[in-house]
Antibody
Framework: QVQLVESGGGVVQPGRSLTLSCAAS????????MHWVRQAPDKGLEWVAV????????YYADSVRGRFTISRDNSRDTLYLQMNSLRLEDTAVYYC??????????????WGQGTLVTVSS | EIVMTQSPATLSVSPGEGATLSCRAS??????LAWYQQKPGQAPRLLIY???TRATGIPARFSGSGSGTEFTLTISSLQFEDFAVYYC????????FGQGTKVEIK
């Protein structure tokens, strides 16, 4: 079945870096646009970044642009999020999510189970 | 940025009763609107896309309506497993979410 599994979360000090991974299975990963979405503790959902199916196009939320980098390895069916210069406000559960493959199907389905990133001194 | 506003923040409903959740966009998103359900400790799950189309496996008691700036999610007869937080999301211009509506047991 279609599955997304995030990993790499943990506790990190402000200003440090962390890289998240999202392993995909059950579908043709290289055909899909992929996203990262985060959720701060007891808060709502915030879109973070998107990458095209081949990895050439990347876009970011204003809150992370210049600090985070989304990438993918289609040979490994894996999505990444490199997070630099982490701030306290980056503390959140980070989810990867798949976008629909057809034109106009820009909703997210499915989502991974999430990985918690805690930025704390 | 398109701002999505959901109301109410919390809805108290008895099992078996119906519930109506609202979502308003700060500018038109056409029918590019999705609804997600999130239970504690779980990832969001897609319920509705295209404002009114149920995702695969979603029970018929969930229905969506609206277009432009006003949208509604209706749950016709709440089951215990429906008590959760519901988010709307526009995907017309980038992606933004509402702040969520918590549906709790009355």
């Amino acid at each position: 079945q279609v599955q997304l599994v995030e990993s790499g979360g943990g506790v990190v000090q402000p200003g440090r870096s962390l890289t998240l991974s999202c392993a995909a299975s059950g579908f043709t990963f290289r055909s899909y646009v992929m996203h990262w979405v985060r959720q701060a503790p007891d808060k709502g959902l915030e879109w973070v970044a998107v990458i095209s199916s081949e990895g050439g196009d990347k876009y970011y939320a204003d809150s992370v642009r210049g600090r985070f980098t989304i990438s993918r390895d289609n040979s490994r069916d894996t999505l990444y999020l490199q997070m630099n210069s982490l701030r306290l406000e980056d503390t959140a559960v980070y989810y990867c999510a798949r976008q629909g493959v057809l034109s106009g199907t820009h909703w997210f389905d499915p989502w991974g189970q999430g990985t918690l990133v805690t930025v704390s001194s | 940025e398109i701002v999505m506003t959901q109301s109410p923040a919390t809805l108290s409903v008895s099992p078996g009763e119906g519930a109506t959740l609202s979502c308003r966009a700060s500018q038109s998103v056409n029918s590019n609107l999705a609804w997600y359900q999130q239970k504690p400790g779980q990832a969001p799950r897609l319920l509705i896309y295209g404002a009114s189309t149920r995702a695969t496996g979603i029970p018929a008691r969930f229905s969506g309506s609206g277009s432009g700036t006003e949208f509604t999610l209706t749950i016709s007869s709440l089951q215990f497993e429906d008590f959760a937080v519901y988010y709307c999301q526009q995907y017309n211009t980038w992606w933004t979410f509402g702040q969520g509506t918590k549906v709790e047991i009355k």
